[in-house]
């Protein structure tokens, strides 16, 4: 039986982390600060808080991991411009993003079995920005160098990849607008992500890159009218 931790369990894109590994028999710990919603082992833990991590993995027990998917970390935008932006503010997203990841994949290292995967999420927002994303985008940029160093550092053993998110939503209000800029059609859901994760953890000849699943957006050149 496989094994993996999944951060940010408790949100749209980790809940569908945590359903699509367990419908493919996986065993799987959700990590956050809400209790999950469906059948992995829920472990209440602050990514971002040094002794909370430690507290999580000695709650979990495992002597093994297979995968670890670092998906935890404040979403949307910063709360207002950067001039207004608090350094404490600025610090708790970066905490629960950047400072996040390398809390969870060094607890993991350990325990990693040989041919083990840790994918961590970043965001097309790593790449581009609309206003007042400064803390956001900085950590998820942070994030992309992270996973190619630890890329580097943790193989052959373990492989470390990132997944790059555009829009992805479960709304029933999104218009026909929304869809239609997307070059493929439609704005993305999390079975799209959960799909990624599923292929990344089994993809064995691949390593240090960042897999963008935005329906093609970063590609599309955009012009005033």
């Keep these: 039986m496989k094994t993996a931790i999944v951060t940010g369990s408790a949100g749209l894109i980790g809940r569908g982390i945590c359903q699509a590994l367990i419908a493919s028999g996986w065993t799987v ?7 999950s919603p469906d059948d992995s082992r829920s472990v209440i833990c602050d990514v971002g808080d040094e002794a909370s991590v430690q507290a999580a993995f000695e709650a979990l027990g495992w002597e093994t991991l297979d995968l670890l998917v670092n998906n935890a970390g404040i979403a949307g935008p910063d709360r207002g411009p950067m001039a207004e932006l608090s350094l404490a503010e600025w610090r708790k997203v970066i905490d629960s993003h950047l400072t996040g990841t390398f809390l ?3 607890a ?7 041919g083990g995967a840790i994918i961590n999420m970043v965001s097309t927002r790593a790449f581009m920005s609309e206003p007042n994303t400064e803390a956001y985008s900085a950590a998820k940029g942070a994030l992309v160098a992270l996973t190619h160093s630890m890329a580097i550092s943790l193989g052959p053993k373990v492989r470390v990849n990132a997944i790059a998110p555009g829009w992805i939503s479960d709304g029933e209000d999104l218009r026909p607008v929304d869809h239609e800029q997307h070059p493929v059609g439609r704005v993305g859901r999390a079975d799209d992500i959960a799909n990624a994760v599923l292929y990344l953890a089994g993809a064995g000849f691949i390593t240090g890159q960042v897999l963008t699943l935005d329906g093609g957006m970063t590609r599309k050149m955009i012009y005033a009218e």
Excluded at 29 to 35: G, K, R
């Design 108 to 114: 993991s290292i350990p325990l990693l079995s040989e």
């Design 29 to 35: 710990a959700a990590f956050d600060l809400e209790p």
């Design 104 to 106: 969870m994949s060094r």
